[in-house]
């Protein structure tokens, strides 16, 4: 089946730098991923869409000057959380669709924390 | 508003004993609908999905879900638990944007 990678699996910052994370699709192409996010003992929020060769749409309430997406390839999103947090600190969660057979297909997450 | 509702937060069931997971949800027009289960520490799994025909899916592990359009319910059930099974779980909708809205999760505990 389709796999989707997520990198790094754990970060730890400090607070006022930023941290990158990747999300690659391994065996498909993908033209929109997704960002989530997952507090602990809570449900997924969908954070924004990633779009290859055009900008990323966020959902209300995310600032999008803190949360940068990068979708640089047909393969791989970035998620840049920049000037981080202890706020910040979660669970995140990156999905790529396959058409194949329309399913999600969820990367490992990264937990990040910051100190 | 549109929502994915999981009413139960927190299930304990017996080894052995028949599980049911509920999900509703609302939205205008039937969504694609999924259940997927969260380990501690792992990633999404998914279970089964529903987006159109036979109401009754049938899912990996045992798991099987029913679609209700009259009651907009898509409810999980598993005739015998496992101890395995304890995990979270969680209904997602998809309306048709290709983004996955997630309920709040049920989390199940499974006594020996």
Known sequence: G???????SWVICKSGTSVKIECRSLDFQATTMFWYRQFPKQSLMLMATSNEGSKATYEQGVEKDKFLINHASLTLSTLTVTSAHPEDSSFY???APWIGNYEQYFGPGTRLTVT | AQSVTQPDIHITVSEGASLELRCNYSYGATPYLFWYVQS??????LLLKYFSGD???QGIKGFEAEFK???SSFNLRKPSVHWSDAAEYFCAVDPSKGDMRFGAGTRLTVKP
């Open chain 1, 93 to 95: 969660i990156c999905s």
């Open chain 2, 55 to 57: 109401t009754l899916v």
């Open chain 2, 69 to 71: 359009r009259s009651q």
């Open chain 1, 2 to 8: 389709a796999v989707v990678s997520q990198h790094p």
């Open chain 2, 40 to 45: 501690p520490g792992q990633g999404l799994q």
